[in-house]
């Protein structure tokens, strides 16, 4: 499992003209929790889970990017989406600059925990029984998705 290098990340976000903190986007728990909806709230702010089949995005479909829905980074590319069975959407991989990783022990056995970037959002967590060639599955929560993908635009970044 590797961890996602820091690949230029604020000389980016400089030139984007963000400000020069850690994460491109921080907002405080209040804020958050008025923007996004209580379920949204516990996932990406809280680290938690959404039932299995309660989102929109478990049957691959179509082309386009998927987005964050805390802060409009894009994430995944509808075409790394496979059908897994499992009742969350699954991805092979996500876009490079879109999300990281990093360890999660909190159920006692190590996983790695899938992340915005741009946010710091927790989005769900990454497993090494996908569909060849990279047998990576990110398991994402569809909340985290918002209602939808952007297929217009082809910049994963949204810039
Ligand atoms: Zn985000």
């Not at 299995?52 to 894009?74: I, K, M, N, T």
């Not at 497993?127 to 910049?155: S, T």
Request: hydrophobic share 25%.
């Amino acid at each position: 499992m590797t961890a996602t290098k820091p690949t230029g990340r604020r000389r980016l976000g400089l030139l984007r003209g963000r400000n020069g903190s850690d994460r491109d986007v921080m907002k405080s728990e209040e804020e958050w929790r008025t923007q996004l909806t209580p379920e949204q709230f516990r996932v990406l702010r809280r680290h938690g889970t959404e039932r299995p089949f309660s989102g929109p995005h478990v049957q691959p479909d179509g082309s386009g990017v998927y987005r964050c829905v805390a802060c409009g980074a894009g994430l995944f590319r509808a075409e790394t989406k496979f059908e897994s069975g499992t009742g969350w959407p699954s991805f092979s991989a996500g876009v490079a600059d879109g999300v990281e990783t990093r360890r999660d022990y909190s159920l006692g056995v190590p996983r790695t925990e899938v992340l915005c970037r741009r946010c710091g959002g927790h989005l769900g967590h990454v497993f090494n029984d996908g569909p060849a060639p990279g047998g990576k599955r990110y398991c994402i929560n569809a909340c985290a998705l918002g209602d939808g993908r952007e297929v217009q635009d082809p910049d994963p970044r949204g810039e």
